[in-house]
C-alpha cells in the first residue's frame, strides 16, 4: 500500500444506523475508503439487526446492543479472514443494518376480480380490500432472498414483491372457503385467519415475519352489485303477502299522488283517459281502502270489458271531498276537479 492510499483511508471506530429515512428496511454502512479499527464498536439498536458480509457471503450476525469488534466477538469473519494466527487490523468488511420494527398499516387489494364459484351465484367475481403489517423476522434470509448487496432496500421494493404473494393466496382461499358470498361479511375475521396462514408461511421464506393480517371488505364489481340489488328487491316483492303486497300498492299510490299533482292539469291532466280525472279518484280510492276506512274488494274486471262502470257525479263529488280530507289531493287539485264535476252536473 503505498503512503497516499495509506493516508487517503481512515479508520472506522463505531458503526451505527440512525434510520434517519422512513421505509427502509436494508442500508449498507458506506465502507469506501474506509477501514475498520480492531477493537471499533458496533452499536446496533433496538429494532434492528447487524450483518457482517465478507466477499458476498454472511459473517456474523449481531443483535441489539454495544459490541466490541474483536477476533473473539467475530468468530465467523475471523475464520473466512484466516485471523486465528495473526488478526489483521484495520480489516475491511461490508455491514448491513436491517431494521426489524413492525411496518404498520400497510393495505392490500385485489386489483381484478377474483372468479370463485358460489352456492348462491354459481359463479362470482369479488373485490377484496384490507390491511396488514410484517417485520423483518430472518436478517439472514431477507438479505439472501430479496436485499441483496443494495446500497438501500425499501419498504415498497419488498411490497412489490409481497403483492403477487398475497393476491395469490387470496384467491386460493376464496376458493376453497365454500362461504357463500352473502355470508362473506359475517366471516371476514375467520376469512383473514385462514389468509394468514398460508401467507405466513410463503412470507417466511423470505425472512418476513406477518405480524397482522385483516379483510376490511368483500364486495362486486359495479354491474355485479346492481344485478345483486335487483334480484334483492324482486325477491323481497317476491315474498309479500297478498295482505302486504296491497299495502305496498298502497304506499305506492300515495308516493304517485304529489307527483301527478305536479303534472300539467294536476289530477285530470293525468286521468284525462279515465274519465276526465275522476278515475284517478276511483284507483285511488280503491288501492287506499274506502274513504271512511272499510275495506271493499274491488271484482276484476273482465278481459273483454272496454271501460269501468260509470259512478254517478254525486258520488265523485262525495270520494274526491275524502280525498281532500285525508291530505292526499291538494286544494287546487280538488277546486279544478270538482269545477269541471259541476260543470257537467249543470250541462
Known sequence: MSIGSFIKKQFIDVLQWNEDTEGVLSWR???????????????????????????????????????????????????????????????????????????????????????????????????????????????????????????????????????????????????????????????QALMAQEVKGGLADAFARYGIGLDEFNVASVSLPEELQAALDERISAGMKGGLGADKMAGYTKFQTAQAIPLAAQNEGGLAGLGAGLGTGVAVGQAIGQAMGQTMGQAAPVAAAPAAAAAPAQESIEDRLSKLKGLLDKGLISAADYDSTKAELLKKLIG
Do not use: C
Not at 454502512?29 to 465478507?54: K, T, W
Open 29 to 187: 454502512y458506506p465502507m469506501q475508503d474506509f477501514e475498520i479499527q480492531n477493537g471499533g464498536v458496533l452499536i446496533v439498536r433496538e429494532s434492528q439487526v447487524a450483518v457482517f458480509v465478507n466477499e458476498g457471503q454472511i459473517a456474523d450476525v449481531f443483535g441489539p446492543g454495544t459490541h466490541k469488534l474483536t477476533t473473539q466477538t467475530l468468530p465467523v469473519l475471523t475464520n473466512l479472514k484466516n485471523w486465528d494466527k495473526l488478526f489483521a487490523s484495520p480489516f475491511k468488511s461490508d455491514v448491513y443494518f436491517f431494521s426489524t420494527r413492525v411496518q404498520t398499516g400497510r393495505k392490500w387489494g385485489t386489483q381484478q376480480p377474483i372468479t370463485i364459484r358460489d352456492k348462491d351465484f354459481d359463479m362470482i367475481r369479488v373485490r377484496a380490500f384490507g390491511m396488514y403489517s410484517y417485520r423483518v423476522a430472518d436478517a439472514r434470509k431477507f438479505f439472501t432472498e430479496l436485499s441483496g448487496t443494495r446500497d438501500t432496500y425499501t419498504r415498497d421494493q419488498v411490497e412489490d414483491q409481497l403483492r403477487g404473494i398475497l393476491m395469490a393466496s387470496m384467491a386460493s382461499s376464496l376458493g376453497a372457503s365454500q362461504i357463500a358470498f352473502l355470508d362473506m361479511a359475517a366471516n
